[in-house]
């Protein structure tokens, strides 16, 4: 079965510094990754998908960027926070074939 | 406009009972899932029904769909402690398995 891997599982940024959160998946290959955000007590907001190494979709403008380096790696990325990039982060993976999406374990960013 | 948007926005039961959330959306749709997360967790995929069916079921869980409507229902039979969650509607369109999700349901179920 596919897995997620997400971290780091918390994170204090201070605003203008930069961002890296990686997703690496297990189990699968060719996978569609996507990166959602969720901002407290309220539903996931898309923002990139990827359906290839290279491949990326952003779905909102924003401060933020996402690559996919390897076939089963994501990464998303910000040269400089804002204080409106807090929020918990969700890496997220689905397959042909496979029923629903496997999601990582989060990421919650707080910048200060 | 965030497509799948659930009622009711918080939902509080006694274990044992039957607990409701229903989802209802705007455009049409390839398949409709349901997700729970745990506080501060990921969300894990609970049921998936497609836009020609009408009914599913897994375990405790049933999901109605109603296309003409554009609602959806999940209900949970004899509901304990550990279901407390928020439980998300995601509807599933065509282009490149992107879901849209809704706002949840939060659920806490009394022991």
């Known amino acids: 079965s596919q897995t997620i891997h997400q971290w780091p599982a918390t994170l204090v940024q201070p605003v203008g510094s930069p961002l890296s959160l990686e997703c690496t998946v297990e189990?699968?290959?060719?996978?569609?990754l996507y990166w959602y955000r969720q901002a407290a007590g309220r539903g996931l907001q898309l923002l990139f998908y990827?359906?290839?190494?290279?491949?990326i979709s952003s779905e909102v403008p924003q401060n933020l960027s996402a690559s996919r380096p390897q076939d089963r790696q994501f990464i998303l990325s910000s040269k400089k926070l804002l204080l409106s990039d807090s929020g918990f982060y969700l890496c997220?993976?689905?397959?042909?074939?496979?029923?629903?999406?496997?999601f990582g374990s989060g990421t919650r960013l707080t910048v200060v | 406009s965030q497509q799948g948007e659930e009622d009711p926005q918080a939902l509080s039961i006694q274990e044992g009972e039957n607990a409701t959330m229903n989802c209802s959306y705007k455009?049409?749709?390839?398949?409709l899932q349901w997700y729970r997360q745990n506080s501060g967790r990921g969300l894990v995929h609970l049921i998936l029904?497609?836009?020609?069916?009408r009914e599913k079921h897994s375990g405790r869980l049933r999901v109605t769909l109603d296309t003409s409507k554009k609602s959806s229902s999940l209900l949970i039979t004899a509901s304990r402690a550990a279901d407390t969650a928020s439980y998300f509607c995601?509807?599933?369109?065509?282009?490149?398995?992107?879901?849209?999700f809704g706002q949840g349901t939060i659920l806490t179920v009394h022991p």
């Open positions: 997220a993976c689905t397959n042909t074939g496979r029923i629903g999406y496997t």
């Open positions: 189990g699968t290959s060719n996978p569609n």
């Open positions: 990827s359906v290839g190494i290279g491949q």
């Open positions: 455009t049409s749709i390839n398949n």
């Open positions: 029904i497609r836009s020609n069916e």
């Open positions: 995601a509807k599933g369109g065509t282009s490149y398995g992107k879901l849209t």
